[in-house]
C-alpha cells in the first residue's frame, strides 16, 4: 500500500508486538517497533512519526504517557491505543484525551487493519491540507488544477456555495476528482478547523456501512464487546464525504435521510436517538435521477441530497487542461521517483490530447506516473507512453507483449469497472470477489 506516513508499534509484548507488525506487513503497511516505552518516546520527539499504535499498559511509560507525548511534539500526530480486557474505559479516556481510534485485543485482522488505514488516510489528509494552506494561501483553490472554461466556471462555483452550510452533491465521472472537490469545499467552509473524513460507501456491505457511520453498542453481534462511537460521532462539527452513495441500500436510504432531516441517528442495536451536526457531501457515479426513476434510488434522499448539485466535467470536455495536468504531474513523479525529465515532447502532448481519457484525470496520473518510470532521457517522448487508441478506448498493448499477475488483475479491475459504469459492487461480484477486497486493489493500483 503506498503511503508516505510513518508509523511506530510500542508494545513491550514481543509476540503482540510481532504480530501487530505482520499483521499490517500482509496489507503492504511498513511500520517499526519499540518495546522500550522511554525509547519509543524519544523517537517521537526527535524524528517525525504520523501514526503511534500503542498499549495502555506498559512499564516505565504507559498508554496514555505516549498519547501525551506524541500528541505534545506533533499535535498532527495520529495515535490508536491498544487495549486488554477490562481496560476500555481508559481507551475511552484515551479518546478523550485525543487519541483517534483504539483496538481491543485480541484483535480480529481486519479490525486493526481498517484502523490503520483509516489513520492513514486521515494522516493524509492532514499533511495535504497543511501543504495546500502552506502552498496555496488565499488562493486554495490552485490544487484544482486547469484553466479551461469548464474548470474556471466550477471553481468559482465552489467557492461561492462552499461558505453556506448545506448539503452538496457531486456528480461525475469515475476519476474527475471529486474526492478532491469535497475536500475544497470543506477548506473554504466555516468547518475547515474541523474535520473532513471520506467515506466509499460502495466499499462495504450494508451492515458494515451501518456500523461504521453510525456505531454500535455492545452485544449486538459477534465480536461486538464494547460501544463504539461511528464516523458521524467522531467527525462532529466537522464534514463528511460520502463517496458512491448511490450503491446504498433502499433501508439504508432511510436511515441516511433521517440524519440529514432531523440530525439524528441510532447505533446499530441501540434504541436512544444521537444528535450530530455534520456537513454532507455526497458523490454518486452513476445518474441518480435516472436511478430514481428506476425506483433503485429513493426521490426524498436525492432531493434532500441534491439541495446545491455539482457538476465536475469529464477530461475530455476540457482538454485544454490536459498538457497543465501532465506537466504537474511531471514534477510530482519526477520529484518521486528523482528524475530530472524536464519537458514532455510536442509529440507526446499530441497523443495525449487526442485520447479521450475514459478513466479522466485519475487515468492521466496513472499514465504519466508509468511513462516517468520508463524514461530514461531528459524529456518526455511518444514511446515512453502506452499505445494510446484514437478513438480513445483504453491504452492498447501488443498482443504479444507478456505482462505480470498484477498488470493482468490491474486490467481486469479497470475492465470491470468501465463495463459496470465504476459500480464497485457488481464489479467485484463479476470478478468474485468481495467488495473490501476490490476496494483494496483499487487502492493498491491507484485505480
Not at 86 to 112: C, H, N, W
Not at 242 to 261: G, T, Y
Not at 283 to 298: H, I, M, P, T, Y
Amino acid at each position: 500500500m503506498n503511503d508516505s506516513s510513518s508509523i511506530l508499534i510500542v508494545e513491550d509484548d514481543s509476540t503482540m508486538r510481532h504480530l501487530i507488525r505482520d499483521t499490517l506487513a500482509a496489507e503492504g503497511i511498513a511500520a517499526q517497533m519499540s518495546e522500550d516505552s522511554r525509547a519509543a518516546a524519544n523517537l517521537i520527539e526527535q524524528s517525525r512519526v504520523d501514526i503511534v499504535l500503542t498499549d495502555l499498559m506498559m512499564p516505565h511509560l504507559d498508554g496514555m504517557e505516549i498519547l501525551a507525548r506524541a500528541r505534545h511534539h506533533n499535535p498532527d500526530c495520529v495515535v490508536i491505543v491498544i487495549t486488554g480486557y477490562g481496560t476500555i474505559e481508559s481507551a475511552v479516556e484515551a479518546i478523550r484525551k485525543g487519541a483517534y481510534d483504539y483496538v481491543q485485543k485480541p484483535f480480529e485482522p481486519d479490525a486493526l487493519v481498517l484502523a490503520v488505514q483509516r489513520a492513514m488516510e486521515h494522516a493524509r489528509l492532514v499533511r495535504e491540507n497543511k501543504s495546500l494552506r502552506e502552498q496555496a494561501g488565499e488562493r486554495r483553490e490552485g490544487d484544482l488544477i486547469g484553466s479551461s472554461r469548464k474548470m474556471v466556471e466550477l471553481k468559482n462555483f465552489i467557492a461561492r456555495i462552499a461558505p453556506f452550510d448545506t448539503t452538496v452533491l457531486i456528480q461525475g465521472e469515475t476519476g474527475t476528482g471529486k474526492e478532491l472537490v469535497a475536500k475544497f469545499i470543506h477548506q473554504w467552509s466555516s468547518r475547515v478547523g474541523r474535520r473532513f473524513l471520506p467515506v466509499n460507501c460502495g466499499a462495504l456491505t450494508e451492515t458494515l456501512l451501518e456500523s461504521e457511520l453510525f456505531g454500535h453498542v455492545r452485544g449486538t453481534f459477534t465480536g461486538a464487546d464494547s460501544d463504539k462511537k461511528g464516523l458521524f460521532e467522531t467527525v462532529d462539527k466537522g464534514t463528511i464525504f460520502l463517496d458512491e452513495i448511490n450503491s446504498i441500500s433502499p433501508a439504508f436510504q432511510v436511515k441516511l435521510l433521517r440524519v440529514l432531516q432531523e440530525g439524528t441517528y441510532l447505533r446499530v442495536g441501540g434504541r436512544d436517538p444521537r444528535t450530530v451536526d455534520v456537513r454532507v457531501i455526497a458523490a454518486a457515479n452513476a445518474d441518480l435521477e435516472k436511478e430514481v426513476e428506476a425506483g433503485l434510488f429513493r426521490s426524498d434522499l436525492y432531493y434532500r441530497l441534491n439541495v446545491v448539485p455539482v457538476v465536475i466535467p469529464p477530461l475530455r470536455e476540457r482538454r485544454e487542461d490536459i498538457a497543465l495536468l501532465a506537466h504537474h504531474f511531471l514534477a510530482v513523479y519526477g520529484a518521486k521517483y528523482g528524475k530530472t525529465i524536464s519537458s514532455i515532447s510536442g509529440g507526446a502532448l499530441d497523443l495525449l490530447r487526442a485520447y479521450s481519457w475514459p478513466g479522466n484525470v485519475r487515468e492521466l496520473e496513472n499514465v504519466m506516473e508509468r511513462a516517468i518510470i520508463v524514461a530514461d532521457e531528459n524529456e518526455l517522448q511518444p514511446v515512453h507512453l502506452p499505445r494510446l487508441s484514437a478513438s480513445g478506448q483504453e491504452p492498447v498493448e501488443s498482443d504479444d507483449v507478456l505482462m505480470s499477475l498484477e498488470e493482468m488483475e490491474k486490467r481486469l479491475i479497470v475492465k470491470g469497472l468501465r463495463l459496470t459504469g465504476g459500480h464497485k459492487g457488481r464489479t467485484a461480484e463479476i470478478l468474485g470477489i468481495s467488495p473490501v477486497s476490490l476496494w483494496r486493489k483499487i487502492k493498491k493500483y491507484a485505480l
